[in-house]
């Protein structure tokens, strides 16, 4: 029990000051908010920016590869186009909108006033925009950007990069100490702040997901960090980490970037999941299924993520012990995950459906997640991935799981948070439109890639034979569909901000949860007191 201290007279007016009036105004109010509604928008206004940048980034690639030859830029500007989209759209793009959902709504779903380390907060953000102008920026430099790809493989990224690799170096560094502040945040906040009878298993499954991904995030930034010191000492002070010549090992980079880079794409994708949980159950206007279950998948996969880091490196020359090891752990991911996908169709299952654009995306995420997990299940296949690896089949895989998983799951989640954020409803069929025009262009986009890598077509190269011409042609429009349909989305998201029909504070009748027991849009200070969880 806590123990109530009245505050003096004085002491209680500053307290009505500080917290009972409105935002503040003006610049500042950015600034220096300390105000989990702010620093959420702020984490996904940045996030779409930098989602429109990466974007930008991949249409020059589809253009130069819209033909064979070299048709719009040098093989070196491609690279690094591929390096700095592939990081932009990581980190710049998937995980801020990730966090920036974390700070609205953790704290209504779980009945607290803020989150548990506001200042933190404020500069977990404000360090991201700084760290993206320096790797942008090494784009202008003599020699240009980063050209390794984005997994900086060693000596790519020792011996043979660009003057500018120091700045890449120090911007990971800078978007790592964002990603543990803003992950040591949710952990406090859901251990400690949960409202006066919301046990473990009331939880929302969307702030189960981020407590696991949050873990995640601790565990392995540290790593990145560490990979990214060796290759700066390797390539400016003469340390040989990754040089065979001074007998150190460029297979060992592989094994330090994949341990940190397996649970990253988890970090990816375990929020999606949370986000489903929530809307699958309203549109469907039933309670999730197997809600224990759920909980339960997420932490057997957050654990087996750190098992499986060596299945990206079937070709390095792995004892075959080793590769069959990677190879079944791989597969045992399958288990939880297939719970995850068969708990939301049963959800569905004889629900009273409606298909609103959040729900519209939602059930495309399950269908085009489920095809990205099967592709998955392909590649973790030892002797099978031999000829997959490093081919367009694997950009297939990652894409349709990055981009119809966490990027459509975000946009669901936009759409279906929208009313409760900005007070109104936005344009349901403006926001279909949307929906109808990504979901085509992004099949069109990445399903034929599969074909292209089946057939032997290399990644990360600015020309390719003749043979692959035809399949390349049809890639790149889908690609640039894709690209203008997010125009679409940013209208709607302008619309509703700026009026619309206004929202009611439950505008879905089947959502379930703390925070629609507030107003729309949410008041700027919420929970003051805490609710009681019956």
């Known amino acids: 029990m806590s123990t109530i201290i009245q505050d003096s007279p004085a002491a209680q007016d500053d307290h009505h000051d500080d917290h009972h009036h409105g935002a503040p105004k003006g610049i500042m109010r950015w600034l220096f908010t300390t105000n989990h509604k702010d620093i959420g928008t702020l984490y996904l206004w940045f996030s779409f920016i930098m989602f429109l940048t990466g974007g930008a980034m991949a249409m020059v690639i589809r253009a130069e590869l819209f033909q064979p030859g070299l048709q719009l830029v040098e093989p070196n500007f491609f690279n690094q186009m591929t390096t700095v989209h592939g990081l932009v759209m990581v980190f710049g793009a998937v995980m801020p909108a990730f966090t920036g959902l974390a700070n609205w709504l953790i704290p209504m779903m779980i009945g607290a006033p803020d989150m548990a380390l506001p200042r933190m907060n404020n500069w977990s953000f404000w360090i991201l925009p700084f760290a993206f102008a320096i790797l942008l920026s090494s784009l202008f430099m003599e020699g240009g950007g980063p050209n390794f790809g984005w997994t900086f493989y060693a000596p790519l990224s020792t011996t043979y990069s660009p003057d500018s690799t120091a700045?890449?170096?120090?911007?990971?560094?800078?978007?790592?100490?964002?990603s543990i502040m803003g992950a040591i945040n949710v952990v406090v906040t859901i251990v400690n702040m949960r409202a006066p009878g919301m046990t473990w298993m009331k939880l929302p499954l969307f702030v189960w997901t981020w407590l696991i991904t949050a873990f995640l995030l601790i565990a392995v930034m540290p790593v990145l960090a560490g990979t990214?010191?060796?290759?700066?000492?390797?390539?400016?002070f003469g340390t040989s980490f990754f040089d065979a010549a001074g007998g150190g090992d460029p297979v060992m980079f592989q094994h330090i970037f994949w341990f940190f880079g397996h649970p990253e794409v988890y970090i990816m994708i375990l929020p999606s999941f949370g986000i489903i949980s929530a809307i699958v159950p309203a549109f469907s206007r039933k309670r999730l299924f197997g809600y224990s279950s759920m909980v339960y998948a997420t932490a057997s996969i957050a654990i087996l993520s750190f098992l499986v880091w060596a299945h990206h490196m079937f070709t390095t020359g792995m004892p075959v012990f080793a590769e069959l090891f990677f190879m079944y752990c791989t597969m045992l991911i399958a288990v939880p995950t297939g719970v995850k996908v068969f708990n939301w169709v049963a959800t569905m299952w004889r629900g009273s459906i409606s298909f609103e654009t959040p729900m519209l995306f939602a059930v495309a995420f399950i269908i085009l997640f489920t095809?990205?997990?099967?592709?998955?299940?392909?590649l973790a296949i030892t002797p099978v991935d031999f000829q997959y690896h490093d081919t367009y089949f694997v950009v297939a895989h990652f894409h349709y799981v990055l981009v119809t998983g966490a990027i459509f799951s975000i946009m669901a989640g936009a759409y279906y948070?929208?009313?409760?954020?900005?007070?109104?409803?936005?344009?349901e069929k403006l926001g279909r439109i949307h929906f109808w025009c990504s979901v085509i262009s992004v099949n069109v986009l990445f399903f034929p890639m599969h074909f292209l890598g089946l057939a032997g077509m290399p990644r990360r190269?600015?020309?390719?034979?003749?043979?692959?011409?035809d399949v390349n042609q049809i890639v790149s429009i889908g690609g640039f569909a894709f690209g203008l349909s997010q125009l679409i989305f940013l209208a709607v998201v302008i619309k509703c901000i700026r009026g619309g029909e206004k929202a009611s504070a439950k505008p879905w009748d089947g959502a379930e949860g703390l925070e629609w027991t507030l107003p729309s849009p949410a008041p700027y200070h919420?929970?003051?007191?805490?609710?009681?969880i019956k």
């Open 167 to 178: 700045l890449f170096v120090f911007s990971v560094h800078i978007m790592g100490m964002s």
């Open 461 to 469: 190269i600015p020309d390719y034979a003749i043979q692959f011409a």
């Open 417 to 427: 948070w929208l009313p409760k954020w900005t007070g109104n409803m936005y344009d």
């Open 228 to 236: 990214v010191t060796m290759v700066l000492t390797d390539k400016y």
């Open 371 to 378: 095809i990205g997990g099967f592709s998955g299940l392909m």
């Open 526 to 532: 919420s929970f003051s007191t805490p609710p009681e």
